[in-house]
């Protein structure tokens, strides 16, 4: 099948969460801007599933409705499929996204008060899920080494001996930088969650969503221990631009972690998702792969553009290589802004709508995060922009 990569889905007046942000950020955007911040996608959905949801209607009763053999058969096919994850049914707990799930594994895994590490500039609503739940945020900082986001072990080690610190909030593949880790560098952190009893709750969100030539490793996968303290959360929501079906499945293979796990989500009155998420998960897990791909391509081919446009007219940003995501991680520091003077060029002067880095902490200044999930023509045009308001 042919599928059109090229249409920017003009979402205003939807309620789409970017576009009502770019417009309060500037009010005067013209017809034809779109923002490249909040990590959902303005391409038409799979047709497969959007032709799929329509079928479905045709004679639907939207009642309280759970899981059937269908849907989870395409689940843990589509573990098997794309990652080679033995999953069973049994291991598989239903939430309403990964972010109430990361919320509701930290309740079930540490007390008040407790330290949870995170390895920052990190997913935002991580500090969120932390301090919100009155535990508290241990930070350890990624490091650059030779151009490369990595682990700072020491650190992470030294930080993980404190018996106040009982959890790792841990993204993989990581958002904001892009990084896919490599198996040695999993194992590394799993002997300090090891010798240090921490339990693992595994934000793999965006683990469909590699580069050519990029392998992914789930945590729990690594050994028998890994599995047995790790919470793995997943969704069909970045992969397949699902994120308002409000769809997740969170894998737990220790019964003990998973009855802790869903007595605490119980008690937020969750039971079962809505009606035509379950519709729409098991249509993309068994008829859209083909869209995945095409997708994957057009992110990997962006991101060419961006590192190519950006050496050649503004050589002082750093542009990280893109190994997962469809999110591209940029250093502005060499241009030597304040994050206010850079939101404001970028916002008021380029009508660029980046997700900007102080967002993912104060590691994170200085940088941005841009959506790639895009035309190329937005993207070349958004480059332009940018270049220009920078006097490049």
């Keep these: 099948m042919t599928y059109d990569f090229e249409t920017v889905v003009d979402r205003t007046g939807t309620g789409a969460s970017k576009w009502q942000h770019m417009l309060t950020a500037n009010p005067d955007v013209p ?3 779109s923002p490249f911040s909040v990590a959902d996608i303005d391409l038409k959905l799979a047709p497969e599933i959007l032709d799929g949801l329509r079928d479905h209607l045709g004679d639907v009763v939207l009642g309280y409705t759970v899981a059937t053999d269908d849907y989870w058969d395409a689940v843990t096919g589509w573990f098997r499929q794309r990652h080679g994850w033995a999953v069973d049914r049994e291991q598989i707990v239903l939430a309403p996204g990964v972010v109430p799930a990361f919320n509701t594994a930290v309740r079930a895994v540490t007390a008040p008060g407790d330290g949870v590490i995170v390895q920052t500039p990190a997913y935002y609503p991580f500090f969120g899920a932390i301090e919100g739940n009155d535990r508290v945020v241990v930070r350890n900082q990624l490091v ?8 700072d072990l020491d650190d992470l080690a030294a930080k993980a001996a404190d018996p106040r610190t009982t959890a790792l909030l841990f993204c993989s593949p990581h958002n904001p930088t892009g990084r896919v880790w490599e198996r040695e560098e999993l194992e590394a952190v799993w002997r300090i969650a090891r010798d240090n009893d921490l339990t693992v709750i595994s934000d793999e969100i965006h683990f469909d969503l590699l580069m050519p030539g990029i392998q992914h490793t789930v ?16 969704a069909p929501s970045k992969t397949f631009n699902l994120a308002g079906m409000a769809t ?13 796990y869903a007595a605490e989500q119980g008690r937020t009155g969750f039971f079962t998702l809505n009606a035509l998420g379950f519709q729409a998960c098991r249509l993309a897990y068994t008829k859209a792969e083909g869209w995945l791909d095409g997708l994957i391509d ?7 553009l961006v590192r190519s446009f950006l050496a ?24 030597d802004c304040t994050h206010e003077e850079l939101k404001r060029i970028h916002e008021q002067e380029a009508l660029v709508f980046f997700d900007e880095g102080a967002m993912f902490g104060p590691e994170g200044e200085g940088f941005e995060r841009m959506n790639l999930a895009a035309p190329r023509h937005a993207i070349a045009a958004a480059l332009e922009r940018l270049a220009q308001a920078h006097g490049r």
Excluded at 328 to 335: G, H, I, S, T, V
Aim: hydrophobic residues 40%.
């Design 312 to 335: 050649e007219r503004m050589p002082e940003v750093i542009v990280y290589d893109l190994e997962g995501t469809y999110l591209q991680w940029m250093d502005f520091r060499a241009l």
């Design 31 to 33: 017809a034809g801007i």
């Design 219 to 234: 945590f729990s996968t690594l050994n028998e221990d890994a599995a047995a303290r790790t919470i793995v959360c997943t």
């Design 144 to 151: 650059l080494q030779d151009g490369r986001w990595r682990f």
């Design 248 to 260: 997740s499945n969170i894998v737990i293979p220790n019964p003990e972690l998973r009855e802790k």
């Design 298 to 304: 057009l992110v990997h081919g962006n991101h060419e």
